[in-house]
């Protein structure tokens, strides 16, 4: 028996176009031809060869094994082919028996897949990147008896195949021919005819005698500011394209084609670089191992497979005849740093300039040509250190070894010397641009994303050092590593496709293998580095990771003022530093300086570090948070690019829960909660909805219900698919008068609240909203109408084709029943357009420059405000919640921002807030008072009541309202359930020890361990530590747990002075301490009191009121300043009631108030009111949705 193997199929024929920019790929690759190609491979039957047929038949090899294998274990196999079938239960005996065949049968399948050379084969394939998990790889193998074959599919893609379909049509739709077939996955741009229209060249004669070659210009990717005149003349072209008619020689000569006669300058052009990317790297026909010493006689050969190299064409030809390639190489390197024009970017341009983009590309390409001479130099001269791997090639003589060596040191000093000066020096230029405009966030942007380019090409030419034969990785190097490493890992966004989203000038793989290979070398050298040293290296390190752009500059304070560095303790913590502590004054620093000879110390990993770095991953953690450039799933989504645009954003991971990852923005004042699903239950439904919608069941006020919603009801809303919908009614009939009635759809899966009906009685129309779950909260957004002139939202009946014209009722009818199909959740969002039941909620600082509330805003998308708000005032407007709280009646404030201050000058101020009983309706229902008002008198009135708020908080003459236990114990049990945390089993917690001994403080909480969770929402508990004696308790109520506190150590121990200003505000805050009770005893303040976003904005309620509404006063910002200076001084006690702070100002302000002085403040007063107001008329509206939870419960 001969034995079975697998083929190797079209790898050999698809990666010899692949480029190959690390040699030891270039062996990998040619180590895996060998092994299939050999003679014992050879003499194997081949099975899993579905590259030959684009049906997947079997094949005699395979049914050949499937039969023996059968025979192994017994089993009479009538049909041996269906024993690779996937059934569910499991049906072939073989894969029963044998699990791994499954592995085995996969893993094949997915190889031969990806060597499929049309991209079209695969999902990802179009514009849009859709994510992968790894459960929608699994593979499911059918039987298609119709092909007489397999069928394989996944949740990636259905009807995979290895080869292209030999019936897709071209673009415009007719059959492909044979030889239009796509041959190669990345076809080789170095082919004569890639950028030459047909008919195609294939020989010199070809070339010299086509009427006309391309000049290479006039391409989209051609850089900005390159000359409009063509690239290349007929008589360079001509030259080029002869040079690759013949690829077994075109190395050197494609190469000294651009090294000599100036013509560095083409390479702005992106096809010549594209040409000349190819010609270099990509490895060509391999040389078999039967065709090794094997010599063409006859020219041109008839053999083509003995042109070819065992190790691709570089290697090759640096073995062969080195000095063309080194020389070559060299030549270029010095040409592109006379090009330097010592400008970066154009003006107002969003890329490098010409000059750059060639300096940069002749940067990557000497790395790359670097690591192959490394690899030959390493492979003749140390031997011995490497892999012990036989090399086909024979070894050059001793003069082509001295060319190598003597290449290897010119070209590692020119990349580790003026070339990394020169990007240096452009990393100063960006971070000069960026300080003497701190404020222009588009700058900043693009400056950051074209620094990381820069750092990428920095860290390029710092993969060989360290290596046998190489200089030695030394402390300035490794600065350099770190620091540009950490610097791409938090600023920049990986994995971006396109350029104008992010994407690096070379492949981010590129990077990782750097690390990988430089990771060992580069913790060794840090663990054996003294105190002094291992600081100036880590906090350089620092400093360049979080500047803006990653230069070092020139100052030296960070230094000067060093914090003190030191290796993590334990065996997982190898290559982690951190900061052990700093010396922030002058005498400390001399007192404590390390010195040379003084060992690093050693800090525990508490996860308490101010500052961490892992060489490892070249990573840096602040505070135990990770920066790291947004997600691109969550930086791409609508909501995310409408407020902060499609620029790079630098973010730390805060929290990670079950149902929401919550993020810290850099330097931008804001935060983003991102939630991955929706509710997958409706709001609940309250006792209001106790009547079920039966028309026969109907009150005599109601009876003009059904011939207004039936027609909808059965045409829209009567199944069967979805189900039939449940309408609900509220209890008691509608009065009399009632202009408006409200149903209740309960959803065909969940079965809660989902629809919203409203019918209006004069208009005739029905309104629909849906229920919608954005943030983990429920919003009622309008979808659908039958008469759309009397609707807040824009929407415009169907244009599509219909074979009946719609009925009477229906004419302006709009919008669709069920905008987006019936699930398991709850969408986002009832755009069809927008896909998924993900979620983001957008948070801006108080201190943003934008925010008028004095607290922190809320976005609230102008999708959640369909049907509430009229839809022009959404397209003009952006709308954000404040921090008022939402009180009895579930009171709620947003402004409305302009878009656009050029176009648009007032500020809208909504708020919705219930009602006991709207007339309409006769029902509980929200209502929406939107008012109108100038933004600059907005803005004059919010910097005014600032200042007095900034007073108060100075003078610590406010303070929070008092907790009052007894409001407290009143509330009920239910409401302490719904209050009451969820926790899971094995949650470490804490419960109130008055629960278990009399007597006990109401204060004190104990340890304890969850062990079940019970059906009636209560626990069964185990308590901990010096409490294990009480032993196992059943049944606690949740409003008696909370979870368990941190323990805070080492707090304040060091001062950290490294962070740039952006991230330095970043963490400012500090989240972990404790609100305390207010019992009405003074004690003393642990943090500083502030003005409550509630506080604020009663202040400016009482304080800009219109004369008559309060007791309010006329004032200025001097007075009322004045005013509470005399309040202090008179030792009145805080306020925490700003209508009682107002009356106590105007009394201040009225005893010393007299004659003209008297008079003249208030006529400036009276006027200052009048600039603050600039109000317009209030409307008050009766909300058609209620928009929350709330509403569900109460309209």
């Not at 294998?69 to 009479?76: C, F, G, L, P, T």
């Not at 200089?471 to 540009?484: C, D, F, P, V």
């Not at 969820?982 to 109401?1002: N, P, Q, Y």
Request: proline share 6%.
């Amino acid at each position: 028996l001969r034995g079975f193997g697998v083929g190797v199929g079209t790898f050999g024929k698809q990666t010899e176009t692949m480029e190959v920019h690390t040699p030891e790929i270039a062996v990998a690759r040619a180590a895996v031809l060998d092994y299939f190609e050999s003679p014992m491979q050879k003499k194997l039957d081949k099975i899993f060869h579905w590259e030959d047929n684009f049906n997947l038949h079997p094949g005699r090899g395979l049914i050949k094994w499937l039969r023996m294998i059968s025979r192994e274990i017994a089993y009479s196999a009538v049909n041996p082919h269906l024993l690779l079938i996937d059934n569910c239960p499991e049906s072939s005996m073989l894969l029963k028996n044998y699990p791994e065949i499954r592995c085995f049968r996969d893993i094949t399948f997915y190889w031969k897949y990806l060597l499929n050379p049309d991209a079209k084969a695969f999902p990802n394939s179009g514009p849009r990147q859709p994510k992968f998990v790894r459960m929608q790889a699994v593979q499911a193998w059918q039987w298609n008896a119709e092909e007489k074959g397999y069928r394989v599919d996944s949740d990636l893609m259905q009807g995979m195949r290895c080869v292209p379909d030999p019936s897709r049509l071209s673009e415009d739709g007719r059959q492909l021919k044979a030889d239009e077939q796509p041959t190669h996955r990345y076809p080789s741009t170095a082919t004569p005819s890639f950028f030459v229209p047909p008919p195609p060249l294939r020989t010199e004669d070809d070339a010299i005698y086509r009427a006309n070659l391309p000049s290479f210009d006039d391409d989209d990717r051609t850089v900005k500011g390159a000359k409009a005149s063509s690239m290349l003349n007929q008589r360079d072209s001509e030259l080029l394209i002869s040079f690759l008619t013949v690829p077994y020689i075109r190395v050197p000569l494609v190469l000294n084609f651009f090294a000599s006669e100036d013509r560095v300058h083409k390479l702005a052009s992106a096809k010549l670089r594209l040409i000349l990317d190819s010609v270099l790297f990509e490895p060509g026909k391999h040389l078999p191992l039967n065709a090794q010493q094997v010599e063409p006689k006859v020219v041109p050969t008839t053999v083509p497979s003995l042109l070819g190299c065992a190790y691709g064409l570089l290697l090759n030809e640096l073995y062969r005849s080195p000095e063309c390639i080194c020389s070559g190489v060299l030549s270029l390197v010095d040409s592109a740093l006379a090009l330097d024009t010592g400008s970066v970017c154009d003006d107002e341009s969003s890329e490098f300039n010409s000059s750059v983009v060639i300096i940069l590309y002749v940067i990557r390409l000497a790395n790359r040509v670097l690591n192959y001479v490394h690899y030959v130099v390493a492979r003749l001269k140390h031997y011995e250190k490497l892999v012990d791997t036989p090399v086909r090639e024979h070894p050059p003589d001793n003069s082509a070894v001295q060319v190598l060596e003597d290449a290897q040191a010119k070209l590692s000093e020119k990349l580790c010397g003026p070339i990394t000066l020169l990007l240096d020096d452009y990393l100063t230029r960006l971070h000069e641009e960026t300080e003497e405009d701190p404020e222009d966030e588009q700058l900043i942007n693009r400056n950051s994303r074209l620094a990381c380019d820069l750092h990428a090409h920095r860290l390029l030419a710092l993969r060989t050092l360290g290596g046998p034969g190489a200089k030695a990785l030394e402390e300035g190097t490794a600065t350099s590593l770190i620091g540009s490493f950490v610097y791409l890992t938090a600023r920049h966004t990986w994995n971006k496709r396109l350029r104008e989203s992010g994407q690096l000038l070379f492949p981010e793989t590129e990077l990782y293998e750097l690390l990988c290979v430089q990771r060992r070398r580069l913790v060794r050298l840090a663990d054996g580095l003294k105190q002094s040293p291992l600081d100036a290296m880590m906090q350089t390190a620092l400093q360049v990771a979080t500047s803006t752009t990653g230069t070092l500059g020139t100052s030296t304070d960070v230094i000067d003022a060093s914090n003190r560095w030191g290796k993590l303790q334990g065996y997982r913590s190898v290559g982690r530093f951190g900061i052990a502590s700093s010396r922030t004054g002058a005498g400390d620093q001399a007192e404590d300086a390390p010195t040379y000879v003084e060992n690093a110390v050693e800090v525990g990993d508490t996860g308490l570090l101010g500052v961490e770095m892992d060489l490892q991953l070249g990573q840096m953690t602040l505070r135990s948070k990770h920066l790291a450039a947004l997600e691109s799933d969550i930086a791409t989504l609508p909501d995310v690019r409408m407020v902060l645009g499609d620029s790079t954003m630098q973010a730390s991971l805060l929290e990670r829960a079950q149902y929401r990852r919550r993020y810290r923005l850099v330097g931008v004042r804001h935060e983003v909660e991102f939630w991955p699903d929706g509710h997958a239950s409706c709001p609940p439904l309250s006792d209001l909805w106790e009547r079920d919608y039966d028309p026969a069941e109907l009150f005599d006020s109601e009876r003009w219900l059904p011939p207004l919603f039936e027609p909808v009801r059965k045409s829209f809303f009567d199944g069967p698919s979805p189900p039939p919908m449940h309408f609900m009614m509220a209890a008691g009939p509608l009065p009399d008068n009632a202009e408006v009635a409200v149903l209740l759809g309960l959803h065909p899966k969940l079965g809660g609240p989902f629809k919203l009906v409203y019918l209006f009685r004069q208009y005739r129309c029905v309104h629909v909203y849906e229920c919608v779950s954005h943030a983990r909260r429920w919003w009622y957004s309008l979808h659908f109408t039958t008469e759309n002139r009397y609707c807040l939202r824009e929407l415009q009946p169907s244009h599509e084709p219909r074979f009946n014209p719609p009925p009477s009722w229906f004419v302006r009818g709009a919008g669709q029943p069920y905008p987006k199909q019936v699930g398991d959740k709850l969408w986002s969002c009832v755009d069809p357009s927008r896909e998924g039941s993900s979620s983001v909620a957008i948070v801006r600082d108080a201190a943003h420059q934008n925010n008028l509330s004095g607290g922190r805003e809320t976005l609230v998308p102008p999708y959640l405000l369909h049907g509430l708000l009229p839809q022009a005032l959404l397209e003009t407007h952006l709308f954000w919640q404040d921090e008022t709280p939402p009180g009895r009646f579930n009171f709620r404030r947003m402004r409305g921002y302009p878009k656009d201050e050029e176009q648009e000058h007032h500020l809208l101020l909504v708020d919705i807030f219930g009602s006991e009983t709207v007339l309409i309706t006769g029902r509980p229902e929200r209502v929406v008072r939107c008012e109108r008002m100038l933004l600059s008198a907005s803005r004059k009135a919010f910097e005014r009541v600032s200042a007095v708020a900034g007073k108060l908080e100075a003078l610590e003459l406010v303070c929070p309202p008092p907790r009052r236990k007894r409001e407290e114990e009143e509330q009920s049990q239910e409401e302490k359930k719904k209050a009451a945390k969820t926790f899971m089993e094995d949650d470490r917690i804490e419960t109130l020890a008055s629960d278990l001994v009399t007597g006990m403080s109401e204060e004190m909480w104990v340890p304890a361990k969850v062990l079940s969770c019970n059906s009636d929402g209560t626990y069964d508990l185990e308590y901990m530590n010096e409490w294990t004696w009480v032993g196992t308790v059943r049944n606690v109520e949740a409003a008696n747990l909370r979870e368990k506190k941190a323990e805070v150590k080492g707090k304040n121990i060091w001062v950290f002075e490294g962070l740039s200003d952006s991230e330095d505000d970043a963490w400012r805050s500090d989240d972990s301490e404790e609100e305390e009770e207010d019992t009405g005893e003074p004690q003393e303040s642990k943090k500083k009191i502030t003005v409550s976003p509630e506080q604020f904005s009663r202040l400016a309620e009482v304080l800009e009121a219109k004369e008559g509404t309060c007791a309010a006063v006329t004032w200025t910002v001097e007075m009322a300043e004045k005013a509470i200076a005399e309040l202090k001084a008179k030792g009145a006690a805080p306020f925490h009631d700003m209508q009682a702070l107002a009356n106590a100002m105007k009394e201040v302000i009225d005893a010393g108030a007299g004659g003209a002085g008297a008079g003249a403040a208030a006529a400036a007063g009276a006027g200052a009111a009048g600039a603050a107001g600039g109000g317009e008329a209030a409307a008050a509206t009766t909300t058609p949705a209620g928009n929350d939870a709330a509403a569900a419960a109460a309209a």
